[in-house]
Structure formats: structure tokens, C-alpha cells
């Protein structure tokens, strides 16, 4: 159980334009989703947390008007990348938890997305 | 402030040896504590997670353990093989809002 789906895994896209990235927790009600996102060779840095019907919270430094989080449904977070430039170009990975803190859950990746602007 | 630390940042061992992952943090109020590996390009497989409450966790080849009040948690690796050739992340949910503190890594070779 607690599988996480991301879509699309690789994105090629053109200067100015917007890309969608979708995350679905497939056999379980995800209470809270995550974004995070990946530089080469280095960990993960969390960009928002969402909770459904909610505005999601952004961590210091990310730009919540270029990262658009919308949190509709309890098995579907999205992340839409607006006016792309390549400096957006990363790896971005998803992840969402059943739980409360101290709940056990634990926290479920999606498979991540490769976005290239160019 | 939470801080996670592993050691080591790379290791590269033949095939068979068993094998001791390090993850240390600084501040013992903690929720749990989550084993993942990474693939070159891909998302994080969960491994292990050990609540605030467990000592360890076993899962086949796999065993984590925690101890709190010394801030470290190992992942021991039993028989390794070249599939285990991965990135290793510890997190602690600590828990402020939810977020996840990392550690760096530990990049782990096993060679045929």
C-alpha cells in the first residue's frame, strides 16, 4: 500500500511556456502532499507543503506566483511551473502522508519529474 | 534547529560484504526516523521508518535501528548485492509542519 504517482516523469518544454506536474496517491487519502525539488548531486529541498482545499505554505525563497500548488482533491496535488525559463530545469518529486506527526505513516515519494526548458 | 548528518558520503564495497549505514541528529524530540534510496534520476523508495517509540525495524536484508537519546539511527545491510547500489537519505520528522529534515546522503556502490 501507499503508492504516490507522478506524471509526466520527463518534460521538455519551451521558454515562457507553463508545464503541469501531477501527483496522485493512488491507495490511500493524502491529509498533506509535498514538493520538493532536486539539483543535481545534492538532497532534496522542500519548496511547499499542501493540504487539501487549502493554500499551500511556501518555504522562504520560492516564488508561490512561478509555482503554482493547487491541493483539489485528497488523491491529487498539482504543480504548475509558470513562464518557464531554464533555470527552472530540475528534477521535482512529489510526496504525501495518511498521517499526523507521530502517527507512524511515514511519507510516500512519487517517481519524480525530469522538467528541461529550453 | 534540527541538523542530520551521514556518514559516510560514499562507499564502495565488493559484493557480499555487510555493510553499516550512519545517520546522526542533533535534536532527539522526534516523531520518527525514515530510511530511503534513491536511484540516479529517480524518486525515493521508502525503506524503513522507525517511530519515536521503536528501537528497530527489519525488512529481508534490511535492519534499521534508532536510539534517541544518542541522536543515531544505522541502517545495516546484510549480504550486499549490486542492486543495493544506490543513494542512501535518512530523514527525521521532528515534526514542523510536516517537514522532513535530510541528510545528505550516502552514495553506495557495490561492485560485482
Known amino acids: 500500500g501507499a503508492v504516490v504517482s507522478q506524471h509526466p516523469s520527463r518534460v521538455i518544454c519551451k521558454s515562457g511556456t507553463s508545464v503541469k506536474i501531477e501527483c496522485r496517491s493512488l491507495?490511500?487519502?493524502?491529509?498533506?502532499m509535498f514538493w520538493y525539488r532536486q539539483f543535481p548531486k545534492q538532497s532534496l529541498m522542500l519548496m511547499a507543503t499542501s493540504n487539501e482545499g487549502s493554500k499551500a505554505t511556501y518555504e522562504q525563497g520560492v516564488e508561490k506566483d512561478k509555482f503554482l500548488i493547487n491541493h483539489a482533491s485528497l488523491t491529487l496535488s498539482t504543480l504548475t511551473v509558470t513562464s518557464a525559463h531554464p533555470e527552472d530545469s530540475s528534477f521535482y518529486i512529489c510526496?504525501?502522508?495518511?498521517?499526523?506527526?507521530?502517527?507512524?505513516?511515514?511519507?510516500?515519494f512519487g517517481s519524480g519529474t525530469r522538467l528541461t526548458v529550453v | 534547529k534540527q541538523e542530520v548528518t551521514q556518514i559516510p558520503a560514499a562507499l564502495s564495497v565488493p559484493e557480499g560484504e555487510n555493510l553499516v549505514l550512519n545517520c546522526s541528529f542533533t535534536d532527539s524530540a522526534i516523531y520518527n526516523l525514515q530510511w530511503f534510496r534513491q536511484d540516479p534520476g529517480k524518486g525515493l523508495t521508502s525503506l524503513l521508518l522507525i517511530q519515536s517509540s521503536q528501537r528497530e525495524q527489519t525488512s529481508g536484508r534490511l535492519n534499521a535501528s534508532l536510539d534517541k537519546s544518542s541522536g543515531r539511527s544505522t541502517l545495516y545491510i546484510a549480504a550486499s548485492q549490486p542492486g543495493d547500489s544506490a543513494t542512501y537519505l535518512c530523514?527525521?520528522?521532528?515534526?514542523?509542519?510536516?517537514?522532513?529534515?535530510w541528510g545528505a546522503g550516502t552514495k553506495l556502490i557495490i561492485k560485482p
Open positions: 510526496s504525501a502522508t495518511k498521517g499526523t506527526p507521530g502517527t507512524g505513516y511515514g511519507y510516500t
Open positions: 491507495d490511500f487519502q493524502a491529509t498533506t
Open positions: 530523514a527525521v520528522d521532528g515534526s514542523r509542519n510536516y517537514q522532513l529534515i
